[in-house]
């Protein structure tokens, strides 16, 4: 089961600070959608709104073309996997689990058959005895999925559930999020800061800033064309290159290039930019190389395949091909043409 | 929206059960003795200071709200006083067993204080301090010492452990690292333990009833409760009397009302 | 100096430190609860001059005794009417006032203002409120009820001024436990499709457990202590039917002069307290291990 969701000029204002500016969205049915954006930008407001667990000031919320409006969250037929967990902590796992379906007044043998099956899934058998603080972090988070799955629900809509969880959880729950998303099918709205999270992850990612969406699109498309300034410099690592007109070739505006797409090359040549390397990060399969041209500093990565990078204080040049640069106004940061 | 006009019922309802009694006093202080004598239930038909001059030229109150205010400024400092030392050492000084005294002292707040108060009265007699105003101050002193030492401990211990040691390694004894460096930050619970060390030395009712036998040492609870005369009770009198009862407290919970929240939260083990 | 002797010095400013509490403690608590133990085995009038020791006799004389079993009672229906209503009216409150709105701080701190109001004053306003025929009360419900002179009234309105002035403590400590429940589970329990009941006493109430049970164990201790409005509002009457444990030792102590007899009514609500603590407790400690 899934449902398309579409958003239509959300506008979201708390007293006089604007958390969403009219936003518009459509998300496919059966997608996983990441919002993404540094704090403070709305992604979690506006995962709200989604959600029916706040109003939105002006605009229209759609599932399937259905106005949600007046519709609380379990109306709406969405879960909803906090940050926090929020598992009850009072209750065992499997009461955690069963909560949804006994406020839903299942009957007894179904809500205990759906608690299991989904138990079974996340590996939960064991817990289900057990109270949530007597869970390591990743069971928990474990718990709070199986409480959102155990509902079957259209859509399932996550905020940040992988922030709390050590580096090699995280690595692994993500794994664990794709799968699981091939397997129940169901629409999934993340959310998080980490863009590398949200490029591995999603089918489409949305680059939010400031309360509105920057750019909507496929991860790859996204990255090899961005359509701003914020976007590129936000998604990559390391951070696309922002250079001055002089390497853009146009007054007015700046020239992005991934860095990635920087050559370093020995001293001396025309077609390109001389230049003094600063400092080298070896990261083991790739060099971050960092070169000084003429005051602006240039980020390159270069392969391990391809032998070390020249020294620090060694004088290179970089050599960007044309089609690499993109350009951007200088003033709106949006792409030109 | 009909949730709002719901919980502004509500609010309205609470506040108006909470102040009502005291709003009602208010306006029967101010109405003539003789109105309220006639019919003390009706609404005023006017105003008059007459109670409160009654109040004041017919029975020694003044004297009564100096006794009242002495005592209640004399226990709540020695309280305090003792109060501060004893949480500090508990908190921050090696003492073996501190976890036990307070165990100690929280339990001995429970004693209900007509236990204390037979022996109490029979030391004073013997002492010759009967109605005195000194034999009121070391009892409220006391008693309030549980409370203002369980509260200031609190304080202590949330600290950052370093100030105390930065202060040693500077070359303070405990007394001056008391003195110079605990004591500004811990000032906020000072404050919060000396009202509520206030308003108990002010209303407290049963010692200063058994203690005190004429206006010479007698609070204003004491006085209150024996303006009912024999063949008729004085209500306009009552209330002005209590007006001017209760003012400092009303002062106190409208200027300090967050010292004293803190205060009762941090006294019953949530601050 | 060493680091021995710098402990030592510590610990003695400690103990230095901490003796005037002590002393007070043990002068003005301990001293007179042993005082008083000791009285209570005595027949003790130095009016008359008379002290001689009884042994139990004193206790023996109380457990037949009409006055003090009939004084046990009325406390022990105050205590449970008032913590019972102050536990639900507090929680009204403390919901009410969970929320932030603007003069929050106002409204708070006028909920305080019965609490901090001497008892006397209380309990005489209510008394006012209460008197047969001018009574506010009377007029506004258009009744004539006699409350202060029907025993099965009265005892109602020593309830009614205890309540009144005790709710607002139980309301700020039911706000504290409130407020310490992270708000992402009533979210997630609306998300889970639970109604604003649901909610109350699936999530927010099991959670306030350990907050309910000390509010209880506060309150009923302090309310079994009650003196100040019965003194005030029906002194004990009608006929004695009103009369708290606290006053009835008082009376013994400064209206019969038998101290004796009184001391062995204060160890006797010593002792009552002591186990009602103790029951509370081990509930607390069992709640806090579960929860």
């Given at each position: 089961m899934t449902t398309g969701i579409r958003l239509e000029g959300i506008t979201k204002r708390f007293g006089s600070a604007v958390a969403l500016e009219r936003v518009d969205l459509e998300i496919e049915p059966g997608s996983f959608t990441t919002l993404v954006g540094p704090s403070g930008c709305g992604k979690s407001t506006l995962l709200n709104v989604i959600a029916g667990l706040e109003e939105p000031t002006s605009g229209r919320v759609f599932f399937d073309g259905e106005p949600a409006e007046g519709k609380g969250p379990a109306e709406r037929d969405v879960a909803f996997v906090f940050q926090s967990y929020a598992l009850y902590p009072h209750l065992t796992v499997y009461e955690n689990l069963a909560f949804p379906l006994r406020m839903a007044k299942r009957p007894r043998a179904e809500i205990d058959a759906r608690v299991r099956e989904t138990a079974e899934k996340l590996e939960l058998g064991p817990l289900l005895g057990r109270k949530p603080?007597?869970?390591?972090?990743?069971?928990?988070?474990?718990?709070?999925?199986?409480?959102?799955?155990?509902?079957?629900?259209?859509?399932?809509?996550?905020?940040?559930?992988?922030?709390?969880?050590?580096?090699?959880?995280?690595?692994a729950m993500r794994a664990e999020l794709k799968r699981l998303h091939r397997e129940i099918g169901a629409t999934f709205v993340f959310v998080t800061h980490d863009q590398t999270e949200a490029m591995s992850l999603s089918d489409s990612i949305a680059v939010m800033n400031g309360g509105r969406i920057l750019q909507h699109g496929d991860p790859l498309g996204v990255w090899r064309d961005p359509d701003d300034v914020f976007v590129g410099r936000f998604i990559g690592s390391p951070p696309m290159n922002v250079l001055p007109a002089r390497f853009s070739g146009r007054e007015g505006t700046v020239a992005g290039v991934r860095p990635q797409d920087v050559r370093l090359a020995p001293p001396g040549r025309a077609d390109g930019h001389s230049g003094t390397v600063t400092l080298v990060e070896p990261l083991g399969p790739e060099f971050h190389v960092r070169v000084d041209s003429g005051g602006e500093e240039i980020v390159a990565v270069t392969a391990a395949a391809d032998g070390a990078p020249p020294e620090a204080g060694s004088a290179v040049t970089l050599v960007i091909a044309a089609g690499a640069i993109r350009l951007f106004d200088e003033k709106t940061g949006r792409r030109v043409v | 929206m009909k949730r709002a006009i719901l919980l502004g019922a509500g609010l309205f309802l609470v506040l108006a059960f909470c102040l009502g009694p005291y709003?009602?006093?208010?306006?029967?202080?101010?109405?003539?003795?003789?109105?309220?004598?006639?019919?003390?239930?009706?609404?005023?038909?006017?105003?008059?200071?007459?109670?409160?001059?009654?109040?004041?030229?017919?029975?020694?109150?003044?004297?009564?709200?100096?006794?009242?205010?002495?005592?209640?400024?004399?226990?709540?400092?020695?309280?305090?006083?003792?109060?501060?030392?004893?949480?500090?050492?508990?908190?921050?000084?090696?003492?073996?067993?501190?976890?036990?005294?307070?165990?100690?002292?929280?339990?001995?707040?429970?004693?209900?204080?007509?236990?204390?108060?037979?022996?109490?009265?029979?030391?004073?007699?013997?002492?010759?301090?009967?109605?005195?105003?000194?034999?009121?101050?070391?009892?409220?002193?006391?008693?309030?010492?549980?409370?203002?030492?369980?509260?200031?401990?609190?304080?202590?211990?949330?600290?950052?452990?370093?100030?105390?040691?930065?202060?040693?390694?500077?070359?303070?004894?405990?007394?001056?690292?008391?003195?110079?460096?605990?004591?500004?930050?811990?000032?906020?619970?000072?404050?919060?333990?000396?009202i509520l060390t206030f308003i108990f030395s002010w209303n407290e009712f049963l010692f200063a009833l058994s203690l005190t036998s004429t206006d010479r040492s007698r609070t204003v609870p004491v006085e209150i409760a024996l303006f009912a005369g024999v063949h008729e009770v004085p209500w306009g009198e009552i209330a002005a009397a209590s007006v001017v009862a209760t003012l400092p407290i009303l002062l106190v919970v409208a200027a300090l009302d967050r010292f004293l929240v803190r205060g009762l939260l941090a006294g019953s083990g949530k601050g | 100096m060493s680091r021995a002797r710098f402990l030592e010095s510590e610990r003695r400013v400690g103990f230095l430190c901490l003796a005037p509490a002590l002393l007070a403690v043990a002068a003005f608590s301990l001293a007179p609860l042993a005082i008083v133990l000791w009285l209570s085995l005595r027949r003790h009038m130095p009016v008359f001059g008379i002290s001689r020791f009884v042994g139990l006799d004193n206790y023996a004389y109380l457990v037949s005794d009409p006055r003090f079993l009939s004084s046990l009672g009325n406390t022990a229906y105050v205590v449970l009417a008032s913590v019972a209503l102050e536990l639900v009216l507090g929680l009204l409150v403390a919901l009410l006032l969970d929320r932030s709105f603007s003069g929050r701080r106002i409204a708070r701190a006028a909920v305080l203002v019965p609490w901090a109001f001497p008892t006397v004053v209380a309990a005489s306003a209510w008394g006012f409120l209460l008197s047969p025929g001018f009574g506010v009360v009377n007029r506004v419900l258009g009744i004539d009820a006699n409350w202060l002179g029907d025993p099965w009234l009265a005892i109602h309105a020593v309830i009614l001024a205890d309540v009144w002035k005790s709710t607002p403590l139980a309301a700020l400590l039911l706000l504290a436990g409130l407020q310490v429940i992270p708000r992402d589970l009533g979210r997630a329990a609306l998300v889970d499709g639970a109604g604003a009941a649901a909610r109350f006493f699936r999530v927010t109430l099991p959670l306030l457990r350990p907050t309910i049970l000390v509010v209880v164990l506060f309150r009923s201790l302090d309310a079994f202590r009650i003196f100040d409005v019965v003194y005030v509002l029906t002194g004990g009457g009608p006929a004695n039917t009103t009369e708290s444990v606290s006053l009835y030792a008082y009376r013994l102590y400064f209206q019969t002069l038998q101290f004796g007899t009184g001391s062995a009514v204060s160890i006797a609500s010593c002792l009552v307290m002591a186990a009602w603590s103790a029951v509370m407790v081990g509930l607390l400690s069992t709640s806090r291990r579960g929860a």
């Open positions: 603080r007597a869970l390591s972090g990743g069971q928990q988070q474990r718990v709070a999925l199986g409480r959102a799955m155990v509902r079957r629900p259209k859509a399932f809509l996550l905020d940040e559930p992988l922030s709390n969880l050590d580096a090699t959880l995280r690595l | 709003v009602w006093l208010l306006i029967t202080s101010l109405r003539p003795p003789a109105e309220v004598a006639a019919d003390p239930a009706a609404l005023p038909a006017a105003l008059s200071l007459e109670s409160f001059r009654a109040v004041f030229s017919e029975r020694p109150f003044f004297r009564i709200v100096g006794n009242s205010l002495l005592v209640a400024i004399l226990s709540t400092a020695l309280c305090l006083a003792a109060a501060t030392a004893a949480a500090f050492a508990l908190a921050r000084l090696p003492v073996p067993g501190n976890r036990a005294v307070l165990a100690l002292l929280l339990s001995v707040s429970m004693l209900p204080p007509v236990a204390s108060v037979g022996p109490v009265y029979l030391a004073a007699s013997a002492l010759g301090l009967r109605d005195t105003a000194a034999a009121l101050v070391m009892p409220y002193a006391a008693l309030s010492l549980p409370l203002a030492t369980w509260i200031l401990h609190g304080f202590f211990r949330d600290l950052p452990a370093d100030l105390h040691r930065a202060a040693k390694v500077d070359g303070c004894t405990p007394l001056q690292a008391l003195r110079k460096v605990l004591l500004p930050p811990v000032a906020p619970g000072i404050a919060a333990a000396a | -």
